[in-house]
């Protein structure tokens, strides 16, 4: 199985295994992880202010990478554009995912546009999507 994770801060095996379920695990997938460059602000996102994003988004793909790896996830990674509907975009280009996993803030934490819509990402992208809290 194929899954796309994109994710707002680096993860481990254990937490993808709890959002995936009993359906899969992970040792048993092929894992790209996305790291969307949100900025923290509609502010910063307008005024183009992107370099503390992108340098965020680096960190938290290299580090979800390597927690996957050190874990025995077959894992890759690459960082996204600031819209997370288009870093699943972009990313779906490449890697052609069966399942999408969002790791996300609670509502009282989230970035600039982290607010993502399962279903819309379902309608849109003709996935399953899973939702977990970081």
Do not use: C, N
């Amino acid at each position: 199985m194929k899954v796309l994770v994109l994710t707002s801060e680096p993860i481990t095996a254990e937490q993808l295994r709890t959002a995936l379920g009993s359906d899969i695990d992970p040792k048993d997938a092929e894992v790209m992880v996305v790291a969307p460059a949100l900025a923290e602000s509609a502010i910063k996102f307008w005024m183009s202010d992107a370099d503390d994003a992108i340098g965020r988004a680096e960190q938290v793909r290299r580090q979800s990478v390597e927690h996957l790896g050190q874990e025995g996830v077959s894992a890759t990674g690459d960082t996204g554009e600031a819209d997370p509907y288009t870093a699943i975009e972009d990313a779906l280009k490449t890697f052609d995912a069966e399942r999408i996993v969002l790791f996300v803030h609670g509502a009282g934490d989230q970035r600039y546009r982290e607010d993502l819509d399962e279903r819309e990402i379902t309608e849109r992208f003709g996935l399953p999507v899973d939702r977990a809290v970081v």
